[in-house]
């Protein structure tokens, strides 16, 4: 009899700690996936507020089923074109699309081959259709990441001849609201100015760098800004300023007329590096608006 009390006892003991130690998991998993919602909310929440001094003037939600090319031009260049650069630039859906209200632009290696040519991604730009001169420019975007990837927010002048103007690059002007070297850092993104000099010869603000203070600008979206206006540019991350260049000298007459936006991601590149076996593909850029705004009390 005590034989069999004891057995029940040992049994009952076991049960108990075996429905604890489940409960306990099923807890933990329950609370890892909290964690993992509450992560995807926070990275997905849209709190951004220009500031009281501006008024909106300009954006693309892409809350439409297709890209709208009343406002987006896609550039279609062969490879090796820009910076000895490795991708095609195509008007194919599959490099460029709207899903869940977002652009999506999509670099793709189309082989096993690390090499010219051998990847396809997606150009677009608003030149001769949408055309902003001064203001604050902003998108919120998920940035994509890797060895030889190179994804960029950024402007030209509109009379830029290779888009339909009468005017070479550098006199052109380009503002590059962001650029991110994956062969660099996947946590760092870089801001510049290039123009031309007194003498016509190609000259630039320089690279100015933010950091994350942790992770990489693929984890989450970020607020990306430039306000510009008659006598400065400056460069914001989340609403932090980073960078600022005064434009009242003569020589940087480009800053002073219109420019239109581009997007883009590309891959390789004599500036950012060679993809390679550590790069994954497809690599996506999510871009959930793009805006422009105008400052209070001026047109």
């Known amino acids: 009899m005590k034989k069999l009390l004891l ?17 306990k ?49 896609f550039q279609v260049v062969k490879a090796g074109r820009f910076n000895d650069e490795w991708q095609r630039y195509t008007d194919s859906n599959d490099n460029a699309y709207i899903e869940n209200n977002c652009l999506v632009i999509k670099a793709i290696h189309e082989s096993e081959v690390h090499g010219m040519d051998q990847y396809t991604s997606a150009r677009l730009n608003t030149a001769q259709k949408r055309v902003f001169k001064y203001g604050k420019i902003a998108a919120r975007i998920k940035l994509p990441q890797g060895e030889g990837i190179w994804p960029a927010f950024w402007m030209l002048g509109s009379n830029i001849d290779e888009n339909g103007g009468d005017t070479p ?18 946590g760092v993104i870089e801001a510049n100015a290039h123009y031309a000099d007194a003498s016509g010869a190609h000259d630039m603000m320089g690279a ?61 590149g004599t500036h950012a590096g060679r993809p390679d076996g550590t790069t994954t593909f497809p690599q996506h850029m999510y871009i959930d608006w793009v805006r422009v705004y105008t400052r209070k009390g001026k047109m």
């Open 25 to 73: 998991v099923e807890k933990m998993n329950t609370d890892q996936q909290t964690k993992n919602n509450n992560s995807m909310s926070k990275t997905n929440k849209d709190s951004y507020q220009p500031g009281t001094d501006w008024k909106l003037a300009w954006s693309d939600e892409f809350e439409a089923n297709t890209i709208d090319k009343s406002i987006w031009n």
């Open 208 to 268: 100015a760098s933010y950091k994350l203070k942790q992770g990489k600008f693929a984890d989450a979206f970020h607020i990306f800004e430039l306000e510009w206006d008659a006598t400065r540019i400056a460069w914001f991350v989340d609403g932090q300023q980073f960078a600022s260049m005064p434009i009242t000298a003569d020589e940087l007459s480009e800053f002073h007329k219109e420019f239109f936006i581009l997007l883009n991601i590309a891959v390789g």
């Open 169 to 186: 690059w550098p006199k052109s002007g380009e503002i590059d609201i962001l650029e991110l070297y994956g062969s660099k850092d996947d």
């Open 7 to 23: 057995r029940v006892l040992i049994i009952t003991l076991i049960s108990t700690v075996l429905y604890s130690c489940k409960n």
